[in-house]
């Protein structure tokens, strides 16, 4: 359904309008099922339904802000600085990693004081994020994608969308999983793994579909 | 020379946005986690503090001069410093749910070292913990008392002298050293009571242990220590009953105390005293408990060896210590049993107290964990 929606709206507009670029990043360009970017949180909560609804928000509204943030960083700091000779791309990787560790750092504190319930709701999730390569790797695509600061903003909030479908999505079926007879080398990560490389082949499927 | 530019031009830029999101954190420090003046209330009115929100109830108690036992230093793994919070607690962090039982929770137990101090509070503590101050002491000797046993006897500086009972314990504080940050560890004092300057420790050490290791490899005599105490319910009963202590490696020190507190003001209950070991290379004090045996009629000491090497030439019992109990005792039904070790062992000798007769109420331990 979503698909056919993303597709005609994508037909509708004239080139690339906004919708089309938050559906190819969540769909058809998954961070997660397609460049494999942020296994390692993904692989270890993912054995919980209600903990990957809460990442999967969490990584939702931090890639969005940052990834407007560093394109904001990027085209007005960075690429003026060109005409002195500094290319912007060797640069844009440790000012990113340092945005996205302050941004954190900030929310945290913001939530903290504003919704204590919040707080522990997503407390054990906001450091975790930090390292959470799909947020530094959305961050990235968007600067090559060459996309604006509003663009970039949706692009990132489609990543992290689809980096939570991804989840929610894997989470749904390792609660069915549970009582399913898996060979015990392949309990776990394996079998994760596994479905996980299934997932990946099935949204190959839909590559392309969105340009 | 364009070299050059490209380079400071790069570094300028990486520094400046750091200076930027540095300022913008300290603003939000400063303004959004400010929670201005708090009063903490202490045992309904008993003592009322004026704090500064925003860090946790652990280390604000601690700097007003309330502490809190915590092995942990307020990491939030250990679980020991639980307090209760009867108003102003918030609801329970997740960092704070495993260590807490559901009877904890009905009972407002909190782990102080994960609330926050956010707004006005009321707690309750026990009024012991009142009697508990910081010290700084100097170390005065150090001796080893098997290959991995040391005795620390320290001199009290600031404050001079302190007030315990035979069998409490102290918080020894580790300071940061290598990678480690700064631990306090919890210690039985072997010294008596009535030497209010000194303080002596028994210390095993751990095999990884951050304070042991340190007591171990970089403490010497003339250093500066801090601790923190007194601490513990552990202590001889006012009853007159018999009484058997059982005690393994450094489960030596609450007893070492009592003894010779005993000793001091002419308490004459009668005493057996278990302590086991594996070779005669981990037995201590041996000679002096002998002494005491021969001086004190009420007392009797027991050493055990649970696996005497053939040169040790061992005379003395065998086996391990709860067979060695289980073999002296004929009829537990009017004594007290006083265990310190580890927590297999107490365990072990608890059961075969029980199956002697001992009352459950009537046996009294320190696990160590």
């Given at each position: 359904m979503i698909l056919m929606l993303a597709d005609t709206l994508a037909k509708e507009a004239a080139g690339q309008n906004l919708l089309a670029i938050f559906f190819a990043a969540a769909i058809t360009d998954n961070i997660l099922l397609t460049r494999f970017l942020g296994m390692c949180s993904f692989l270890s909560i993912s054995s919980q339904m209600r903990a990957s609804i809460g990442l999967g928000l969490a990584v939702i509204f931090v890639t969005a802000c940052t990834g407007a943030i560093n394109a904001a960083l990027y085209w007005f700091v960075l690429i003026p600085l060109e005409?002195?000779?500094?290319?912007?791309s060797s640069l844009q990787l440790i000012l990113f990693i340092v945005v996205i560790a302050a941004f954190v750092q900030l929310l945290e504190m913001v939530i903290e004081r504003v919704s204590l319930g919040l707080y522990f709701a997503l407390g054990v999730f906001l450091p975790l994020i930090t390292v959470n390569c799909a947020i530094l790797g959305a961050n990235l695509f968007l600067i090559n994608k060459n996309l604006t600061v509003f663009e970039g903003f949706v692009y990132s909030a489609g990543a992290g969308a689809g980096w939570a479908v991804a989840i929610i999505l894997m989470a749904g079926i390792r609660i069915r999983l549970k009582t399913a007879r898996i060979p015990a080398a392949l309990e776990g990560p394996g079998i994760t793994l596994i479905i996980c490389g299934i997932m990946a082949l099935a949204f190959i499927g839909l590559s392309g579909l969105i340009k | 020379m364009r070299e050059l530019q490209i380079v400071l031009i790069a570094t300028a830029v990486v520094c400046g946005v750091c200076t930027v999101l540095t300022v913008l954190l300290l603003l939000a420090e400063r303004f959004i986690a400010n929670y201005g003046r708090c009063t903490i209330d202490i045992n309904q009115g008993a003592r009322r503090l004026e704090v500064r929100g925003g860090s946790p109830l652990l280390g604000t108690l601690m700097e007003e001069g309330v502490f809190i036992p915590s092995a942990?230093?307020?990491?939030?793994?250990?679980?020991?410093c639980k307090v209760k919070v009867?108003?102003?607690?918030g609801p329970i962090a997740p960092t704070e749910a495993p260590l807490l039982s559901d009877q904890q929770r009905t009972a407002n137990l909190r782990i102080s070292c994960q609330v926050k101090v956010r707004n006005d509070m009321a707690i309750e503590v026990p009024p012991e913990l009142f009697s508990v101050r910081e010290y700084q002491a100097v170390v005065e000797r150090i001796v080893d008392l098997t290959h991995d046993i040391k005795e620390l006897r320290l001199k009290l500086i600031e404050p001079g002298e302190i007030e315990f009972t035979a069998g409490q314990y102290i918080q020894l504080k580790a300071p940061p050293y290598a990678h480690n940050e700064a631990v306090y560890r919890a210690y039985s004092v072997a010294?008596?009571?009535?030497?209010?300057d000194h303080l002596e420790l028994i210390i095993r050490l751990v095999p990884g242990g951050i304070c042991t290791t340190w007591v171990f490899e970089h403490l010497t005599e003339g250093h500066t220590v801090s601790l923190n105490g007194p601490y513990g319910k552990f202590r001889l009963s006012d009853s007159d009953r018999e009484m058997v202590w059982i005690a393994g490696g450094s489960g030596m020190a609450p007893f070492w105390s009592m003894v010779r507190f005993m000793k001091a003001h002419n308490i004459a209950r009668k005493c057996t005293y278990f302590f086991g070991a594996v070779?005669?290379?981990?037995?201590?004090l041996v000679d002096e408990l002998r002494q005491l045996e021969r001086e004190l009629d009420w007392f009797t000491f027991v050493p055990a060896l649970s696996g005497p090497a053939a040169e040790d030439n061992w005379s003395g019992e065998t086996g391990l210590i709860t067979e060695v109990v289980d073999r002296h005792i004929?009829?537990?039904?009017n004594m007290e049993g006083y265990l310190c070790g580890s927590g297999g062992m107490i365990d072990a000798a608890v059961k075969v107290l029980l199956k002697k007769g001992i009352a459950e109420d009537c046996i009294f331990y320190d696990k160590f964990t």
């Open positions: 005409r002195y000779g500094v290319p912007a | 942990c230093g307020g990491k939030g793994s250990c679980g020991e009867l108003a102003g607690g010294s008596p009571p009535d030497e209010k070779r005669k290379r981990d037995l201590f004929a009829d537990g039904s």
